[in-house]
């Protein structure tokens, strides 16, 4: 079973910034939270990952609050290609551990 | 970037043929994997290889066999298709590396059905 909580779907205006909550309180010290999205009828593609720092890269941030047990992905200007499935996914275990994905939550960017 | 290439996006096949889907990837990973994704079901995972001519079971690996000969190429393999084998396949590879911090790739994915 996947080890995190989304909400089922979420709206967001284009151009604003999109901030997407994901709970993983059981979380332990050597998991990584990683960040992919779905878009309709393409594979997943992968956005961001960390450990416990907040990481930053071309496509997304990620906050990682300090106890670990909830983070947040910001999309910070949304726009109509961002509509997809984004997963949040805590992974431990060595390079080759599958990915386990729960339902993530469905992103619908409005214009 | 990374190159994750699945045979075909769209594929028709009959209850008993055997069917093959083939993934390659261009970045040298030792890891490659085989899920499939369900409406309602989230993705599965059937077959993962972390080596040439080495794999290991998933959730769901019955019915299904893989080959890994080549490093860049990892084949699904189902013997005698079956109508709840009609679903849509995703191959993903990644480093194997050291601890869980090596992100998976994946292609396109291949929506398959059996008649």
């Known amino acids: 079973d996947a080890k995190t909580t989304q909400p089922p779907s979420m709206d967001c205006a284009e151009g604003r910034a999109a901030n997407l909550p994901c709970n993983h309180s059981?979380?332990?010290?050597?998991?990584?939270v990683y960040w992919y999205r779905q878009i309709h009828s393409q594979g997943p593609q992968y956005i961001i990952h960390g450990l416990k720092n907040n990481e930053t890269n071309e496509m997304a941030s990620l906050i990682i609050t300090e106890d670990r047990k909830s983070s947040t992905l910001i999309l910070p200007h949304a726009t109509l290609r961002d509509t997809a499935v984004y997963y949040c996914i805590v992974r431990g275990g060595s390079g080759n551990t599958p990915l386990v994905f729960g339902k993530g939550t469905r992103l619908s960017v409005i214009a | 970037d990374v190159k994750v290439t699945q045979s075909s996006r769209y594929l028709v096949k009959r209850t008993g043929e055997k069917v093959f889907l083939e993934c390659v990837q261009d970045?040298?990973?030792?890891?490659m994997f085989w899920y499939r994704q369900d409406p309602g079901l989230g993705l599965r995972l059937i077959y993962f290889s972390y080596d040439v001519k080495m794999k290991e079971k998933g959730d769901i690996p019955e019915g299904y066999s893989v080959s890994r000969e080549k490093k860049e190429r990892f084949s699904l393999i189902l013997e005698s298709a079956s109508t709840n084998q009609t679903s849509m396949y995703l191959c993903?590879?990644?480093?194997?590396?050291?601890?869980?911090?090596?992100?998976?790739?994946f292609g396109d994915g291949t929506r398959l059905s059996i008649l």
């Open positions: 970045m040298d990973h030792e890891n």
């Open positions: 993903a590879s990644s480093f194997l590396g050291q601890g869980p911090h090596q992100p998976q790739h």
């Open positions: 059981t979380i332990s010290g050597n998991e990584y």
